[in-house]
């Protein structure tokens, strides 16, 4: 089976602009998480959907959004970038959501 | 509200000599509790999962955890070190309930170096 996917792996934008993200779901997992790791805070949650609804969030500003696909794939944007959203945006799945989750190698964005 | 401390931020072990990573968790009702470990530059791969079954979890790569109730805490070993053990380890819980699905509360992680 194959594992999370995430595009892209390496992203540099400027201060102001917006990013999407993907991440390809384990098949036949549902539900699918985001998390900022940083050097300064961690491993910090953003959000997770469930069958295409969001249905937790973390403790982000709302320039943080995301959705989900009826494939069950996700996306998630960042808009009007700031140089403190440089971080790795890894992404995991699971079946349900309650069970462990399964993480992709994760996207670089670096702000300039 | 529901928490993770990782007592050391970095632990460092000759290689062969046994591994201890400590964690205490936080919680209000019964969590599962994880550890994760991350190489350089890769995403984050399960060593093991506990969800109220056996206290003492056996893991990949030879590792194992015991679950402590009355001490609260979920501490990581390994008898023998592996040069290919050095990473980041992550003591991760999670609580259920529909307020916390799909949430992983993360330590600040512990960095293991083994030394030849």
């Known amino acids: 089976k194959a594992g999370v996917t995430q595009t892209p792996r390496y992203l540099i934008k400027t201060r102001g602009q917006q990013v999407t993200l993907s991440c390809s779901p384990i098949?036949?997992?549902?539900?699918v998480s985001w998390y900022q790791q940083t050097p300064g805070q961690g491993l910090q949650f953003l959000f997770e959907?469930?069958?295409?609804?969001?249905?937790n969030k973390g403790n982000f500003p709302g320039r943080f959004s995301g959705r989900q696909f009826s494939n069950s794939r996700s996306e998630m944007n960042v808009s009007t970038l700031e140089l403190g959203d440089s971080a790795l945006y890894l992404c995991a799945s699971s079946l349900t959501g309650a069970n462990e989750q399964f993480f992709g190698p994760g996207t670089r964005l670096t702000v300039l | 509200a529901q928490s993770v401390t990782q007592l050391d931020s970095h632990v460092s072990v000759s290689e062969g000599t046994p591994v201890l990573l400590r964690c205490n968790y936080s919680?209000?009702?019964?969590?599962?509790l994880f550890w994760y470990v991350q190489h350089p530059n890769k995403g984050l791969q399960l060593l093991l999962k506990?969800?109220?079954?056996?206290?003492l979890v056996k893991g990949i790569n030879g590792f194992e955890a015991e679950f402590k109730k009355s001490e609260t805490s979920f501490h990581l070993t390994k008898p023998s070190a592996h040069m290919s053990d050095a990473a980041e380890y992550f003591c991760?819980?999670?609580?259920?309930?529909?307020?916390?699905?799909?949430?992983?509360?993360f330590g600040q992680g512990t960095t293991l170096q083994v030394k030849p």
């Open positions: 991760v819980v999670s609580v259920p309930g529909s307020s916390n699905t799909g949430k992983l509360i």
């Open positions: 959907y469930f069958s295409e609804t969001q249905r």
């Open positions: 098949s036949g997992h549902r539900s």
């Open positions: 506990y969800t109220s079954a056996a206290t």
């Open positions: 919680s209000s009702y019964s969590p599962s």
